[in-house]
Structure formats: C-alpha cells, structure tokens
C-alpha cells in the first residue's frame, strides 16, 4: 500500500529542492521558501533533514519566510549556532522565530543566549533540558567516529520496525523515517548529529525573556520523557507551552494542522485551521 506521507513530501520536493549553502567551511542543506510575513527558522531533529517540515512551509510559505535546514557533516554545537545566526543575518531574517525539535530544540535553546535583536523567539520542541549522562546510553555511549554506520543504523532501524503493524497508529511515520536511516542522512552527517549532541555544553541561561518562549511536548513522546519535558518547561519558563494528547516525538509530522496552527498563533497569523485553547499551558 503506497505510503500517503512519503508520497506528499516527494511532491512538495519537487518544487522545493533542497540546496547547498557553505557557512565557515560547513556545508548546509536549506529550503528557502515565502517571500513576506514574518521570518521562521526551522532546524529538525537527528531524524530529519530540512524537508521534514514540509506540511508546514507548505502552509505557511504564502505568508510567511521560512528557512529549514539540514545540519552539516562538520562543527560543534556551537559552530552550528553561530552559523544559524549568520544565515539569519544572510537571509534577512533578523528577528526569526526559531522553532528546534529534539537535537534542533536543543540547539535552539542555546541560541535563546544569542542576541535578541536576531532571534526574537525561540520554540523548543520535543527536546531535552541537558546532556548529562547522555553518554552513558546508546548510541551515544559507543565510540561514534569508529562504530561500524551498519551498527548506528541499526540501533535505529530496529525501534522503527516495531511500529510497522497495521493497527499502529505511526507505521507510515516509521517507514518515512527509515528512509532517513537508511540513507536520507548519509553517513557523515548521521555520525555528526549524534557526536554534537554527545558532546554538547550545558546550556546557558536564555537571553531572551519568557515571553519569548515557548515550548512543545507529546504526551506519548517515546523518546522526552515527563520530567524531561517538565525541567524544560521549568527551565525556559515559557509563555505558552503545548502539548499535543498525542502525536509521538514527531508531532509536525503526525499532528501537521495542529502544529502549523501553533505555529500560526507565535507568529501572529491568521488561523486556517485548529485553534489551540487559550492559556499558559495547553493541550490538543
């Protein structure tokens, strides 16, 4: 039976290929899309690349200016903030709203330290609150320069499978990200992904206030547990957080009117479809 999203994305490819961009010797994947209306940075987890937000941009787009990226195969998680910050800068969009997911919600919560006169918000999404101990579990526990690609993607292959049942509710999930296992990221920028957030700082305090956060958790998030997501909430102090009943780590892609309607609300657009209930704290 042909898989409904992996065919949408590859129709949305079509038209919004994903092109190079060479930052301080990095090479970055980028999908450019929307020429008015509010500027919006997307960065996706260690499963994704740029395109993986493509329900979103492809909403979006006509009324805002999107940037999503995929991450290089080179640089520490500090060389990848400083490159988002002077691809904001390249592309005109001082004072994006950066929304990360996962590894990208890590990163985005270290550029909540950056100066606020080029990220005016910052979404951490499905994300942890600290690196501590990380090493100490797989992958990131094995040697990641030197681990047989056949062995990393495995570790990963094999929690995807176990979805691929006919009543699970996220098989055409999993089989688009198999994809992204299997070769989507190559090698290199797999290593790289798990190596940065292996060896990540502990994050700084955010300069931007909380009115300028916001957060994103899944109630059935396989990957964030509970307490993670509560210490990223009592960390960033948001002023609004939203949480989805349900839609797994992956919600832009489970949940997509509901995320893009999030989304829609930080960046002071008109709805075109759910409206997230009012307060500091929600669920949908």
């Known amino acids: ?55 979103q941009i492809a909403v979006l787009e006509s009324r805002a200016r999107v940037l999503a990226v995929s991450y290089p195969a080179r640089g520490s998680l500090a060389d990848w903030a400083n490159d988002i910050v002077a691809m904001i800068k390249a592309e005109g969009f001082e004072g994006a709203t950066v929304l990360g997911s996962s590894l990208g919600g890590y990163l985005a919560q270290f550029l909540a330290a950056k100066d606020a006169g080029v990220i005016k918000a910052v979404i ?20 990641l320069a030197n681990t047989p690609i056949e062995d990393l993607r495995a570790g990963f292959t094999m929690g995807l499978k176990t979805w691929i049942t006919p009543d699970n ?17 190559p090698e290199a920028e797999l290593r790289q992904r798990l190596q940065v957030l292996k060896t990540a700082p502990e ?10 956060l916001y957060t994103i958790e899944s109630g ?3 990957l964030i547990p509970p307490d993670w997501q509560s210490a990223v909430r009592a960390r960033l102090q948001p002023r609004r957080a939203f949480r989805f009943k349900t839609g797994s780590h992956f919600p832009y892609v489970t949940r997509p009117a509901e995320y893009t309607a999030l989304l829609e609300q930080v960046l002071g ?6 409206v997230w209930p009012k307060g500091n704290e929600t669920e949908l």
């Open 169 to 185: 509710p996220y098989c055409a999930l999993a089989e688009l990200l198999l994809l992204e296992v299997e070769g989507r990221i």
């Open 1 to 55: 039976m042909p898989n409904a999203l992996i065919q949408s994305r590859e129709r949305f490819l079509a038209s919004h290929p994903e092109r190079r961009m060479a930052l301080n010797s990095r090479d970055w994947g980028v999908i450019r899309a929307g020429n008015t209306g509010p500027p919006l940075v997307l960065i996706p987890g260690t499963l994704g690349r740029a395109d993986i937000f493509w329900q």
């Open 203 to 212: 994050l700084p305090e955010p300069a931007l206030s909380g009115e300028n």
């Open 220 to 222: 059935d998030d396989h």
């Open 124 to 143: 951490a999404a499905n994300t942890l609150p600290s690196v501590k101990g990380l090493d100490q579990v797989p992958p990131y526990k094995l040697d």
């Open 269 to 274: 657009l008109s709805p075109t479809g759910p």
